[in-house]
């Protein structure tokens, strides 16, 4: 990976970063809406979205909240392995990054899904840290102003995972995803992964199969095909 850019490959990730941001910024919305419906005030679902930012946790902390501690044990298993994909994110893009002193708090706290992604999309180094930074400063922004706006207009419009804002952020990652499938090893990788992750997801919890997903890719991708052995 090379350290160089051009105008064009940054213009590129650019518009990636934003699209990426705003498909899942918007997505806070249902969160914020979700949270008053289980009990939470305005400012205990902005200090979530401030101080924990990572969706999947904060959405099973309102389940807990909202459905008793019958259901703990199933949010716990699955924000504790949404933890462990995102120090799996964070062994990735230590080198990538490079950051040091207070800038690593930063990036601690912005490595997520989306700015993983377009970090690691990217074909140089200086775009994949443009990447990350733009992608993850604008999912905070927004997510962040999104969750006030659903906790003052959920209870009037009910959930918004209704209107489809879920299928943007997934939507988003697809877009990203489709111009990296160049080859018969990348689809065979990302076929696995799906399939791994379709068969889970009626069975265990929130959290598992995208972990289990990335492991079976990831040994996908590690095993040499017989032209290569």
């Known amino acids: 990976m090379t350290a160089t850019a051009d105008p064009g490959a940054r213009r590129a990730v650019v518009r990636q970063s934003l699209s990426v941001g705003v498909a899942t910024g918007a997505y806070g919305i249902s969160f914020g809406a979700l949270a008053v419906a289980a ?29 008793g501690l019958h259901a703990a044990p199933a949010a716990i298993a699955a924000s504790s392995m ?37 970090a690691v ?6 775009t994949s840290r443009l990447g990350f930074w733009l992608t993850g400063f604008t999912v905070f922004a927004l997510w962040n102003l999104s969750t006030l706006v659903g906790t003052l207009i959920g209870t009037h419009v009910g959930d918004p995972r209704t209107y489809g804002l879920d299928a943007a952020a997934c939507a988003a990652f ?4 489709w111009p990296r499938l160049r ?35 990831l ?3 590690r095993t040499p095909t017989r032209e290569q052995a």
């Open 39 to 67: 009990g939470l005030d305005t400012w205990q679902a902005m200090a979530l979205s401030l101080l924990m930012f990572t969706g999947g946790s904060q959405f099973a902390f309102v389940g807990i909240i909202a459905n």
């Open 174 to 177: 697809t877009a990203l995803l």
């Open 219 to 221: 040994l996908a991708w």
């Open 121 to 126: 999309a990217q074909d140089d180094q200086r």
């Open 183 to 217: 080859n018969r090893d990348a689809v065979a990788i990302a076929v696995v992964g799906a399939v791994v992750a379709v068969l889970l997801s009626p069975t265990v919890p929130p959290g598992i199969p995208v972990v289990a997903a990335a492991a079976a890719s």
């Open 82 to 118: 949404l933890g462990i994909r995102n120090g799996l994110y964070a062994l990735e893009l230590t080198h990538l990054l490079g950051v040091r002193g207070t800038r690593r708090v930063a990036a601690a706290h912005l490595t997520i899904d989306e700015s993983t992604a377009v």
